[in-house]
């Protein structure tokens, strides 16, 4: 999932910046020009009709969420983070190992600012849960919407992968979350075990999904008793067969929509 034509920062040498087709057949990144991670990253389907859902179910994670509406001013901000994480995935995927490099540095330092404490509960987490950008494990679903929503918008619109193919990219793509930070031992090793860690993290809409409404701001809502005897590990969203590939989950959009 990524934008073309994001500028470089790179402190490399001053050369003259790269065109997008000559960074489609370089070679001294981190991907080849065979890679999958790069068909899929040069098919503008992928960012454009994957974005938004990643996004929404970023943020249907109640510690995402909350780290998001504290730090920054979200209903302005947070389709301009989307683009940002778009401009660093490119640059990782189509950049130079420096280039690659210096925008993973770049995106942990951002993170790193990024922490506190929920002020209210929600969902499993009571008041005062500490959470952080730099969590591995919220990292991981980060990085594990960009995955779901880039092989769903692919393979949808643009063409089936393979099994083999959808291996790989996902294998790329794990070098990608470690550049962006994610330990690799918090990485899945393989897609099947992405998959299972994925279906881990869908639970029910109805006790998860308000707590990434009220994580967001909506409504009047102040946790409470509710969702206290909630399994200790989050699970903010739930997909079914009839969830199109670029459209989130329906109590996901529910219970992040803004009051009219």
């Known amino acids: 999932m990524l934008l073309r034509g994001a500028p470089s920062r790179s402190r490399a040498a001053g050369r003259a910046e790269r065109t997008h087709a000559e960074r489609l057949a370089s070679r001294d990144g981190y991907f080849a020009p065979d890679s999958v991670i790069r068909r899929i990253g040069n098919s503008p389907l992928t960012p454009f009709l994957g974005g938004g859902p990643a996004v929404l179910l970023q943020v249907a994670h109640p510690l995402v969420a909350t780290g998001v509406t504290q730090h920054s001013d979200y209903r302005r901000e947070l ?28 995106v942990q330092r951002v993170h790193a600012r990024v922490q506190g404490q929920t002020q209210e509960q929600l969902g499993p987490f009571p008041a005062g849960t500490p959470y952080s950008a730099s969590d591995p494990e919220l990292r991981l679903w980060v990085h594990a919407t960009l995955v779901e929503a880039s092989l ?7 063409q089936p992968l393979s099994a083999d193919e959808q291996e790989r990219y996902y294998q790329e793509m794990a070098v990608v979350a470690r550049l962006f930070g994610t330990p690799a031992h918090a990485i899945p090793p393989t897609l099947a075990h992405f998959r299972d860690y994925f279906e881990a993290q869908i639970g029910d809409e109805k006790d998860h999904c308000d707590r990434a409404g009220e994580a967001s701001g909506r409504g009047d809502r102040r946790g409470g008793a509710a969702g206290a005897d909630a399994p200790p590990r989050p699970r903010p ?9 670029a459209t989130p989950p329906r109590g996901v959009r529910t219970a992040l929509e803004s009051p009219a």
């Open 152 to 158: 769903a918008v692919y393979s949808r619109f643009v």
């Open 237 to 245: 969203l739930a997909l079914d067969g009839r969830t199109s590939a």
């Open 79 to 106: 389709w301009r983070r989307l683009l940002r994480t778009l401009r660093a995935l490119y640059l990782i995927v189509f950049g130079t190992k420096v280039e690659a490099e210096e925008a993973g540095a770049a």
